[in-house]
């Protein structure tokens, strides 16, 4: 047995740089790309459901008792957990085409959360008309 290790044999390819660009370029992937940006946004889907659903109470206080209000509500959740979609969607684009930014993630999930807002604003209105 040599006293010699293997990484001190200079023809021996160097293992560890490797192994690091076939990972890369297994992360590129568009598949690898999506997974990733998918699970991250299903992290935040919580805080999106938590402030749009206080949101929603506050704003609706008034008619809390009504099932024309309920009815909404659940309705107008479903389209917005629809539209939640449109954020993780883009953002795996952007980062195939080779964009990658936290920035961008919370700059699209605060404007959709505020445009979501916005609906609600717009379907309690509704209710609120109704005689």
Known sequence: MNDQSESDNPYNAPQAAVAVEVAD????????????????????????????????LLMGWPHLGSLEFWAISIFGGIVANGCYFLGPIVETYVTWLGFRSLALRWVMFALGTMFTMLGAVGALFSISMNP
């Open 25 to 56: 370029v297994q992360a590129t992937t568009l598949g690898q790309i999506a997974k990733r940006v998918f699970l991250d946004w299903e992290k935040m889907r919580l805080a999106y459901i938590g402030i749009l659903g206080v949101f929603t």
